[in-house]
């Protein structure tokens, strides 16, 4: 995706690769990983994405805007990391 944002990357991956969406990945989820993905979705849907003039299906927001998923992207990403080195000890 050579010349996009980093946004409208992101957003194009989430499109096509988020198994989050997924009720049966979900279902798989602990309660407190729930938590975090409905607060990770809440502000993924919260961000003013702009679809692309060239590109509709793909939408963009600012790098500001973008890092206002950081938080919730964390909490979320070293809950499932800390879940399979649990595993795997």
């Known amino acids: 995706m050579e010349g996009f944002s980093d946004a409208a990357i992101f957003h194009r991956r989430m499109d096509l690769l ?3 969406r997924e009720p049966e990945a979900v279902a798989l989820l602990t309660p ?3 938590e975090y993905l409905k ?3 809440a502000v993924f849907e ?3 994405w702009r679809p692309i003039e ?3 299906h793909i939408s963009e927001v600012t790098d500001e805007e973008l890092l206002k ?3 919730s992207a964390t909490r979320l990403l070293e809950s499932l990391e800390k879940r399979i080195s649990n595993r795997s000890n």
């Open 46 to 48: 919260s961000l003013p």
């Open 69 to 71: 998923l950081v938080p």
């Open 18 to 20: 988020f198994t989050l």
């Open 32 to 34: 407190k990983e729930k």
């Open 54 to 56: 060239s590109h509709p």
């Open 39 to 41: 607060e990770f979705n």
